[in-house]
């Protein structure tokens, strides 16, 4: 299985990826593993996808990071939103 999932941190911004396993990754974040997310947690997930397929997840990802997709998802988790 894999996901595709979204963190916030306390200042609203938004951190997309994918992985194999879920909850070992947003621990990664959590804990400053990582390149983007290191100096900019805490981390919240916010939400997430689970996906049969690894190369579905990664399109998924991809879709979730440009274009008007993104500003949804934006609008969605922003700071405040829920």
Excluded: C
Aim: charge should be positive.
């Amino acid at each position: 299985m894999y996901y595709v999932y979204v963190l916030r941190n306390t200042s609203g911004q938004l951190y997309i990826g994918f992985t194999s396993d879920l909850n070992r990754r947003v621990r990664q974040h959590q804990e400053g593993e990582g390149g983007w997310t290191r100096s900019r947690g805490p981390w919240e997930l916010v939400h997430y996808e689970p996906f049969a397929d690894r190369v579905e997840a990664m399109r998924r990802e991809r879709k979730l990071k440009r274009g008007k997709i993104n500003q949804e998802l934006r609008r969605r988790f922003s700071k405040g939103a829920g």
